[in-house]
Antibody
Framework: QVTLKESGPVLVKPTETLTLTCTVS??????????VSWIRQPPGKALEWLAH???????SYNTSLKSRLTISKDTSKSQVVLTMTKMDPVDTATYYC??????????????????WGQGTLVTVSS | DIQMTQSPSSLSASVGDRVTITCQAS??????LNWYQQKPGKAPKLLIY???NLETGVPSRFSGSGSGTDFTFTISGLQPEDIATYYC?????????FGGGTKVEIK
C-alpha cells in the first residue's frame, strides 16, 4: 500500500525558511521509475508544481521559484525534504507531495502523479 | 514554460449529461498530458495519463483524447459523485504545468 505523508510547520513568519518533509511507504525512493514531487495550492486557486527528485538524485525546480527552493531525499529514511526560503504571505497554500511514475514503454513516454499525500496547509503570517 | 488553458472555468450540468472540458497547450506537447480530479478538501486523483489512458480503477465514463495542442476530457454520463474540479497537466517540457481547473457542478 503506497502512502505519502507531509509534515512541517502550519505557521511560518514572513522571511523565514519553510522546511517540509514527505515520508513515503509502499515504494522505494531508489526505484528508477519513480520520483517524488512537491505541488502546492493556494486557497481557492489552481495547482502549482514546485519541484521533483528521482532515484538518481536528478532534480528540477519551478522556474520562477528556483532560487528559493531546495529538494533532497534520504532514501534510508524514505523521506523527501523541500525547503523554501524567504517565505511571504503569498506562499500560503496547501503543500502536497506526490509520487511520480516516470517511464517509457512501447506506447510512449509517461510522467504522472499517481499517489498524493493528504496535504498540509502552511500559513505565512506575522 | 508551457501554458495550459482550460475551458470552461466552470460548468453546471444535469445528472446523466455528457460533459466536455478542453485543455489547450501554448505549444505542441505530443500526447504528454494527464487529467486529475480534485474534490473539495481532498488531494487530486489521477484519472487519465498519456492523454487517453484510463488509470486503474477509474470508471469508464471518464475519457480523454487529443494530441499536439488541443485536448478533450469527457464524462459520458455525469454522476453526483463527479462534482469536483478537474485539472489537466502537461509533461512534455519541464517544468510540468497545470491548467487553471474546471469546476463541475450539478444543475
Amino acid at each position: 500500500q503506497v502512502t505519502l505523508k507531509e509534515s512541517g510547520p502550519v505557521l511560518v513568519k514572513p522571511t523565514e525558511t519553510l522546511t517540509l518533509t514527505c515520508t513515503v511507504s509502499g515504494f522505494s525512493l531508489s526505484n528508477v521509475k519513480m520520483g517524488v514531487s512537491w505541488i502546492r495550492q493556494p486557497p481557492g486557486k489552481a495547482l502549482e508544481w514546485l519541484a521533483h527528485i528521482f532515484a538518481n538524485d536528478g532534480k528540477s525546480y519551478n522556474t520562477s521559484l528556483k532560487s528559493r527552493l531546495t529538494i533532497s531525499k534520504d532514501t534510508s529514511k524514505s523521506q523527501v525534504v523541500l525547503t523554501m526560503t524567504k517565505m511571504d504571505p503569498v506562499d500560503t497554500a496547501t503543500y502536497y507531495c506526490a509520487r511520480i511514475k516516470n517511464y517509457f514503454d512501447p506506447s510512449g513516454y509517461y510522467y504522472y502523479f499517481d499517489y498524493w499525500g493528504q496535504g498540509t496547509l502552511v500559513t505565512v503570517s506575522s | 514554460d508551457i501554458q495550459m488553458t482550460q475551458s470552461p472555468s466552470s460548468l453546471s450540468a444535469s445528472v446523466g449529461d455528457r460533459v466536455t472540458i478542453t485543455c489547450q497547450a501554448s505549444q505542441g506537447i505530443t500526447n504528454y498530458l494527464n487529467w486529475y480530479q480534485q474534490k473539495p478538501g481532498k488531494a487530486p486523483k489521477l484519472l487519465i495519463y498519456g492523454a487517453s489512458n484510463l488509470e486503474t480503477g477509474v470508471p469508464s465514463r471518464f475519457s480523454g483524447s487529443g494530441s499536439g495542442t488541443d485536448f478533450t476530457f469527457t464524462i459520458s454520463g455525469l454522476q453526483p459523485e463527479d462534482i469536483a474540479t478537474y485539472y489537466c497537466q502537461q509533461y512534455d517540457n519541464l517544468p510540468p504545468t497545470f491548467g487553471g481547473g474546471t469546476k463541475v457542478e450539478i444543475k
